[in-house]
């Protein structure tokens, strides 16, 4: 199965899909992977904290399928904001996961007390210059956050992965991006640990269009410009999260999903202007 893309604004493309790998670790983490590059996924989201770099490596090398057609993505931890620390923690990343260059590197938080995260995206901005990776990004910035980093470098991120499901559908932060020409991701994109999908419009929607909730949602994700991020260590459901290309939703449909966002719709108190990731 061939992914169709998004081109990014830094004229690299990505795919419209991703796979989450956390928390697939040790051997029974390289299996799962491995189906779920059997199945077809290529775009790999680890991160340092996932300490599962490793892991999402193996499988690569084991899969026989060959680098190129991989899009690989990794996460600088809170600790490693300052900028030596920054820069040595993307070069552990690429040499955890046996590869020469990473397709994608992030932020994974702001972690704005501190307020490093300038430092950080600055070790970023250089190690995209020195080839270790072709495209940086950052994960849960606000507007304040993406504007502070790209007014110290002049670089603006080609990706910001946040927090993004039918609950919390970020409708003002997806407006921004769109405007800013920077791609969305939606880590937890089916609300993990919600009841999102026994919601009776995703149950009716669901049985309308032949598909399960699931689907459904991750369709609703592609429809609005974004790129969902599910995980499973499930090999059927790992191939369902794929198959979300041959239906199409109304934008009565889209609507319909996007009411169900409430004021607290996050799944934990993650709020990017205090949560705080070591």
Do not use: C
Request: net charge negative.
């Amino acid at each position: 199965m061939t992914l169709p893309t998004l081109t990014l604004n830094d004229g690299h493309s990505i795919p419209t899909l991703g796979f989450g790998t956390y928390p697939l670790r040790g051997e029974p983490g390289v299996v799962a992977i491995r189906t779920a590059i059997d199945a077809g996924n290529r775009l790999l989201d680890t991160a340092f904290n996932y300490d599962n770099e490793g892991a999402v490596g193996r499988a690569i090398a084991a899969s026989g399928v060959p680098r190129e057609e991989f899009y690989v993505t990794s996460k600088l931890p809170g600790r490693y904001h300052p900028y030596e620390a920054a820069t040595n923690a993307i070069r552990e990343s690429t040499w955890r996961l046996g590869l020469e260059y990473l397709d994608l590197y992030l932020i994974h938080w702001p972690n704005p007390i501190e307020g490093k995260y300038v430092e950080a995206w600055q070790a970023l901005v250089d190690a995209r210059e020195a080839g270790i990776v072709r495209s940086i990004g950052v994960s849960n910035f606000t507007l304040e956050h993406l504007s502070a980093i790209e007014a110290a470098t002049g670089v603006r991120p080609a990706v910001n992965q946040i927090e993004l499901h039918p609950y919390f559908p970020q409708e003002e932060q997806l407006a921004a991006h769109k405007e800013l020409g920077i791609v969305t991701e939606a880590w937890s994109p089916i609300g993990k640990g919600s009841a999102v999908r026994e919601e009776p419009v995703i149950q009716e929607l669901a049985a309308r269009h032949g598909v399960s909730p699931t689907q459904l949602i991750l369709r609703w994700h592609v429809q609005r410009g974004v790129i969902p991020i599910p995980k499973s260590a499930n090999a059927q459901r790992q191939a369902e999260n794929l198959d979300v290309f041959g239906f199409e939703l109304s934008d009565d449909d889209v609507a319909a999903i996007t009411a169900l966002g409430r004021p607290d719709g996050r799944l934990f108190d993650g709020d990017p202007n205090h949560h705080q990731e070591m």
